[in-house]
Structure formats: C-alpha cells, structure tokens
C-alpha cells in the first residue's frame, strides 16, 4: 500500500491540535488500559489497519492479553471484560455508529453507571479522537507495521 499523505507535514498545525486532544486524554485519569481497549474496538469498527497495529501494541505494553485482543470485536459474547470496561465499549459503538444509533438512551444509561461526568466526558473524547485519528489514517492509506510503542522501546 502507497501512502497519500502525510499529514503531519502538510498541516502541523492540525495534527498538534490532534496531539493536544491525545495528551488531555491521557492525562484524565481513565485507566490506560481501558483507553487502548476503546482505541482498537473503534479502530476495529472503522477499519483503520494502522490504528489497530499501534493500539494493539500499546494494549499489550500497558499488560493486556492476547486472548482479550483476539476477542474484542465479540466482547459482548465473553466473560473476560468487566463491567466497566462493557459499558465503554458500548459507549465507543455507539459513538463510533452515531448517524445509525444516535446513542441510546439505555447505552448511557450504562456508561452513567459506570463512569463519572467528567470520566463519561474525556472517553467521550478518547473515542472522538480515535474516530478522527482513523478516518486520516484511512483516507490517507498511512501505512501500518512501523509503530512500536513507547512503553516498549
């Protein structure tokens, strides 16, 4: 696969203001851990083989198992998340699909249960910048295999 572009290049501005929303995101509080799950079911629901390739690798570093990576598109039919981490991937498919889903009431219900405002606001972030993220890396055809993960390195 040949890449587009690269936007980090052609408009640094806009991909600083991407790096700004990574690093509020970071800093929330939100169990790492639980940020690379959403990334990579997200990445996952959007085909982003670049995304899925770093968050992948930043799961495993930050401890997650194979298993749980190897089933995450299936998380509903798997005992090995637990309910916190169920609501926030409800959350993400229902944020990911909005234009099909509009968020349900009962998905926040759920998330609400689970999360605090502000927890529910900066995974509501996490994920938008994910869905952001994705579309980029997909319609510029970034190439994926070359990440490794700070955490690794």
């Known amino acids: 696969m040949q890449s587009r572009l690269n936007i980090a290049k052609v408009a640094p501005d806009v991909y600083k203001a991407m790096l700004t929303l990574e ?4 800093q929330s509080g939100l169990e790492a851990s639980l940020l690379e799950l959403v990334k990579t079911r997200a ?3 959007n085909h982003c083989a670049y995304c899925l390739d770093m968050h992948t690798k930043d799961a495993r570093a930050h401890g997650e198992t194979e298993q749980r990576l190897y089933t995450l598109s299936a998380w509903r039919e798997t005992a090995c998340y637990s309910e916190r981490e169920r609501a926030a991937l409800a959350w993400t498919e ?9 968020v349900p009431d009962d998905v926040y219900d759920v998330a609400r249960a689970h999360f ?3 927890e529910l606001a900066h995974l509501s972030l996490a994920i938008v910048a994910i869905n952001g993220w994705n579309r980029l890396s997909v319609a510029f055809r970034v190439v994926p295999g070359t990440y490794q993960s700070a955490k690794t390195q």
């Open 43 to 45: 990445s996952q629901m």
């Open 23 to 26: 690093t509020c995101v970071k």
């Open 116 to 118: 605090t405002e502000s």
């Open 94 to 102: 229902a944020l990911t699909n909005v234009a099909e889903s509009h």
